[in-house]
């Protein structure tokens, strides 16, 4: 079966860290770009970040960049998201996406982890 | 970045023919891609590139493209698509790897 699960999710303090992963299977999971998407609590779903399928090039959206990093371990099939100097706005579900190869199209999604920022 | 402007809601009567749009400078270099989501559950992908279809979606959606402009269709809607519908595409803006979405329209079946 073709998955995505993402884990990581906690309530942190404005100002603090934290890692999210995100576990694939059932899929070629190094022939794939992936990204992470936030929906904060009410709202529409937001691009956060995009890294390529050998790691080597990654893009992030105006709001998180500077603060955020993506990376990927193929060998571990493991997608990460580290998120430092966290603001309540950041506050959201955070979804891993796998992009389809033929399209800007994300045909796989997780069921999301909550991060929760607030003191 | 680029923005993707959708109308917040659209409603439609069961078994009619509704049309959701998205409006972006985006559009004119690339296609947007559809997803569905309801309420609790993560999106799923309904259309993508010219008007493609994952497995497993019914043929009663389809997308178009014009312009600025791109359609989700759905013809005959059912209960079961009540739902929000977001649009996405490439970010045309200068960040060319960046992904823009569409604030999402709720689509009621009345």
């Known amino acids: 079966e073709v998955q995505l699960v993402e884990s990581g999710g906690v309530v942190v303090q404005p100002g603090g860290s934290l890692r999210l992963s995100c576990a694939a299977s059932?899929?070629?999971?190094?022939?794939?770009?992936m990204h992470w998407v936030r929906q904060a609590p009410g709202k529409g779903l937001e691009w956060v970040s995009l890294?390529?399928?050998?790691?080597?090039?990654?893009y992030y959206a105006d709001s998180v960049k500077g603060r955020f990093t993506i990376s990927r371990d193929n060998s571990k099939n493991s997608l990460y998201l580290q998120m430092n100097s966290l603001r309540a706005e950041d506050t959201a579900l955070y979804y891993c996406a796998k992009e389809r190869s033929e399209a800007l199209a994300f045909d796989i999604w997780g069921q999301g982890t909550m991060v929760t920022v607030s003191s | 970045s680029s923005e993707l402007t959708q109308d917040p809601a659209v409603s439609v009567a069961l078994g009619q023919t509704v049309r959701i749009t998205c409006q972006g400078d985006?559009?004119?270099?690339?296609?947007a891609s559809w997803y569905q989501q309801k309420p609790g559950q993560a999106p799923v992908l309904v259309i993508y590139?010219?008007?493609n279809r994952p497995s497993g979606i019914p043929d009663r959606f389809s997308g178009s493209s014009s312009g600025n402009t791109a359609s989700l269709t759905i013809t005959g809607a059912q209960a079961e698509d009540e739902a929000d519908y977001y649009c996405?595409?490439?970010?045309?803006?200068?960040?060319?790897?960046?992904?823009?979405f569409g604030g999402g329209t709720k689509l009621t079946v009345l």
């Open positions: 059932g899929f070629t999971f190094d022939d794939y770009a």
């Open positions: 996405n595409s490439r970010d045309s803006s200068g960040n060319h790897l960046g992904v823009v």
């Open positions: 890294i390529s399928w050998d790691g080597g090039s990654t």
């Open positions: 590139g010219k008007n």
């Open positions: 985006s559009l004119r270099s690339y296609y």
